[in-house]
T-cell receptor, first 115, second 112 residues
Framework: GQNIDQPTEMTATEGAIVQINCTYQTSGFNGLFWYQQHAGEAPTFLSYNVLDGLEEKGRFSSFLSRSKGYSYLLLKELQMKDSASYLCAVRDWRHRGSTLGRLYFGRGTQLTVWP | DADVTQTPRNRITKTGKRIMLECSQTKGHDRMYWYRQDPGLGLRLIYYSFDVKDINKGEISDGYSVSRQAQAKFSLSLESAIPNQTALYFC???????????FGPGTRLTVT
């Protein structure tokens, strides 16, 4: 299986920048995803990285280093509504040879933003 | 209207009862998934289906079964519910040509 690690909890203040790290181990890597999940709600897609480097989307950016098995999600100009759990997920292509294999999720990082 | 719907949204049942959770989607996606989420354990895959005739076990399929009645419908059954199946259950969909999974609103199941 996959081994995906991310911090359990983080806190930050409104307006600040926070970086949520994710490390993974898989021999069938085919993409890394970040999802946001508010309490009691469904996860929603934030970002996708398959090549090394930084992907920027508004206040959120995601970085990937495949050689290090490492990704981070960067949240800028934090707002209270950013308080949520952030899920790192890795796709493994080895499922039945499909190039769009299944996802393996980390346990999530609970981010609390204080005023 | 929501693209991925789940019924029921909440259910309390007793140990030993048979329970079915239903998922429907109007997105036209061919791939559907069932996950369970427990506090501190993240999302874990129960079963997934890449098309109507294709059903695959995930990492925690014991005690569960599924049925893909049509491209738009994917049901999860607990044949004999037990308390450690108390969890939040999510259905998700995707297409073979994209990478994003779209999640339903979830079903909170409590087994007493």
């Amino acid at each position: 299986g996959q081994n995906i690690d991310q911090p359990t909890e983080m806190t930050a203040t409104e307006g600040a920048i926070v970086q949520i790290n994710c490390t993974y181990q898989t021999s069938g890597f085919n993409g890394l995803f970040w999802y946001q999940q508010h309490a009691g709600e469904a996860p929603t897609f934030l970002s996708y990285n398959v090549l090394d480097g930084l992907e920027e989307k508004g206040r959120f950016s995601s970085f990937l280093s495949r050689s290090k098995g490492y990704s981070y999600l960067l949240l800028k100009e934090l707002q209270m509504k950013d308080s949520a759990s952030y899920l790192c997920a890795v796709r493994d292509w080895r499922h039945r040879g499909s190039t769009l294999g299944r996802l393996y999720f980390g346990r999530g990082t609970q981010l609390t933003v204080w005023p | 209207d929501a693209d991925v719907t789940q019924t029921p949204r909440n259910r309390i049942t007793k140990t030993g009862k048979r329970i079915m959770l239903e998922c429907s989607q109007t997105k036209g996606h061919d791939r559907m998934y069932w996950y369970r989420q427990d506090p501190g354990l993240g999302l874990r895959l129960i079963y997934y289906s890449f098309d109507v005739k294709d059903i695959n076990k995930g990492e925690i399929s014991d005690g569960y079964s599924v049925s893909r009645q049509a491209q738009a419908k994917f049901s999860l059954s607990l044949e004999s519910a037990i308390p450690n199946q108390t969890a939040l259950y999510f259905c998700a969909t995707s297409t073979s040509g994209s990478y994003e999974q779209y999640f339903g609103p979830g079903t909170r199941l409590t087994v007493t």
